[in-house]
């Protein structure tokens, strides 16, 4: 799957990787969403680095956030600039050590990375399928996960791990298949969106929606749902950093020119940084998904799904060991709905590790180079196999 | 100017009001704006309530925020729905008591409530300006309320009062024309804006700009970019409140409705509290409006104004009394940018209060009910005239 290769851009890597699929729910034998609505076939891409043991016992599951992929770590060819979302922490000797796991990473369903998503092609109209995707939830992205996992041979993961929406998905995994999840590490995430976070990601949707070319979801024969995406990027851009990111990142810098130009132009250097997030982005990502992914996320409520609407009640499922991570400056998800969800786990006798990272650069901070972050990952995964 | 009569709907008020106009700078003699622009003739709307003493003493200046207007307080007529938007603070008895001062309000340059703004017509094409409206600045604002002052004879201001840009304004009139101002109290504002209140107004322009509507700021005989507005509006409202502010007000109460619906109509009712907003504004207020007026806020830099980059030095030309208040919940304009603030002013030898208040309302809350912010107004006017 991966070859260990020494890589001129990023030092150690796990080298070379590939994308690959896994098809199921083929009709009759639909996948069932939690809607009742049926899906079928669903492919869920994947890509993995390490080798599985004999005993299959050291898999890590790595769960990717709004906007990721499959591709976490190491290159699609030796030409490629840029390497996997989280190859700072997956790879040989790293933080999740592909020396000693095996590591899987799948596309969530309702994306538009390789997984079947809206814009996928829809069998029984032989289009894409559009808003008549059926709305998928954080359940039902575990549960195309857990067919992957099944068809990789692996009984029980070693641990489930990711940030944001990633890290939903890793609580789900502990209260879903309990006994399949060893540890857990959900970071920079929470039990369910606070109505601020509910807030952003509909004026996100809104926007899009707004955006004439979104033509109800059905605009993949035409122009796209461009500006709105865009706008809407800006706005997840601005919930990724915090006041004090910005500050220490932009402040009031201006765009190298001499003076105020008196005009509507980019002025301040933050104003063209989101700009070109706003641009880069659509070229890369799907409106569809966006609206099908953060409405999951807005639904999403542990207490809910599992706890008659109690979290602490949701935690008596689980039976993985936690390492739960938040960051200081993490606006979107803050420490407070950390500290919630560990007191619910504690109320249930878990294994809890909590930690509360010093860090300025906001809801990002799990996705970049902290070396604390990385040294609680590597221990606890260390600590973690050592007791399987 | 004003009526004193009980209102049935909100007790005591300052009664029927009515929208008054000044008009100067025509041409030949137009206003020079900081850009170097010419602009004229130039209408500043603007209503009073209260009487002016004999000896002109007793005039407070408020100055409203981005979407507000000259109506302060009182009604239009006996069927007036609503009062104006700070009827809870001025009237008779209230924080600032219209029994004893003479409360002016301006509509600001930019604006779309009666003063000149990108929506009057240009008299050189006989059309609305539109984007050919030139930029104007917080002190090109505060020059035309001073020829407002000036026509209605007053030589010192009690107190400028202001929140939010009407603050940014307050700061701008003790700086420019320091010997008229006796007092001022700046409320939820800051010297500057930080890079996160940049980012929030620049993706609000963008999502306006990307409405094919907008037309290049040339609507105004056709279709208007309300979809743009609108998102512009509840992104707004999203700085406007808290993180704890939406919590109390919404949480994850659901629309009323059975259960999830599995579509992408507004489920919460945080999703239809900002659709509902973004409907509302743009029933009356202009999308090329609230580019200016947001993208003077943006420029405005004390430090820059008059210090040579250093706020403390721009606060040495300050005489004014001030009353700095802030907000605990308020994250568009945090209580260390007030901080900073009253600092620089410190450094001056200013007399200055400093006030955080305690409030979960987030920036709004300088324009809801609170009564140690009603108190603290009511005293600093006292103390202020008996000291003039």
Redesign the interface.
């Known amino acids: 799957m991966s070859e260990y290769i020494e890589h001129d851009k990023s030092g150690i890597t796990v080298g070379i990787v590939a994308k690959q699929y896994h098809t199921f729910a083929e009709p009759p034998d639909e996948m069932v969403l939690e809607?009742g609505?049926r899906i079928g076939p669903v492919t869920i891409a994947y890509e993995t680095c390490g080798c599985l043991n004999a005993s299959k016992t050291n898999a890590v599951l790595i769960l990717h956030a709004l906007s990721g992929d499959s591709h976490v770590a190491g290159y699609y060819d030796r030409n490629d600039p840029k390497p996997g979302w989280w190859d700072i922490m997956v790879g040989p000797g790293k933080g999740i050590d592909t020396d000693k796991y095996f590591v899987v990473c799948s596309n969530i369903l309702g994306s538009c990375m390789g997984s079947t998503g809206p814009c996928s092609i829809n069998p029984k109209t032989s289009l894409p399928y559009g808003?008549d995707f059926?709305?998928v939830t954080i359940p039902d992205m575990v549960k195309a996960q857990k067919a992957l996992i099944d068809h990789l041979g692996i009984s029980r993961i070693l641990a489930v791990i990711g940030g944001s929406i990633g890290g939903m998905q890793v609580l789900e995994w502990s209260l879903r298949y309990p006994e399949m999840v060893a540890s857990a590490i959900p970071l920079a995430t929470t039990t369910?969106?606070?109505?601020?976070a509910?807030?952003?990601n509909?004026?996100s949707?809104?926007?899009i929606?707004?955006?004439?070319n979104w033509r109800n979801g059905h605009y993949y024969s035409g122009l796209k749902p461009n500006?709105?995406l865009?706008?809407a990027r800006?706005?997840g851009h601005?919930t990724y950093?915090?006041?004090e990111a910005?500050?220490h990142?932009?402040?009031?810098r201006l765009q190298p020119r001499a003076d105020?130009s008196?005009?509507?132009d980019?002025?301040?250097e933050?104003?063209n940084y989101?700009?070109h997030q706003?641009i880069k982005f659509v070229e890369r990502f799907d409106a569809n998904s966006f609206?099908y992914i953060t409405?999951a996320a807005?639904?999403y409520?542990i207490g809910n799904q599992y706890g008659s609407g109690s979290t602490a009640e949701a935690f008596s499922k689980a039976q993985a060991k936690f390492l739960v991570i938040s960051f200081t400056s993490d606006?979107l998800y803050?420490t407070y709905q950390s500290s919630e969800m560990v007191k619910a786990m504690k109320k249930n006798g878990l294994d809890v590790s909590f930690c509360e990272i010093e860090a300025e650069w906001g809801h990002d901070a799990f996705l970049l180079p902290n070396e604390r972050l990385t040294e609680l990952i590597r221990a606890f995964l260390k600590r973690v196999y050592s007791e399987i």
């Open positions: 809607s609505a808003i059926p709305l369910r969106h606070s109505a601020l509910i807030a952003f509909e004026v949707r809104q926007a929606m707004s955006d004439p500006l709105g865009a706008i800006m706005i601005i950093l915090s006041d910005m500050r990142k932009f402040g009031r105020f008196f005009n509507f980019a002025a301040f933050v104003e989101l700009r706003g609206l409405k807005d639904y409520d606006w803050p």
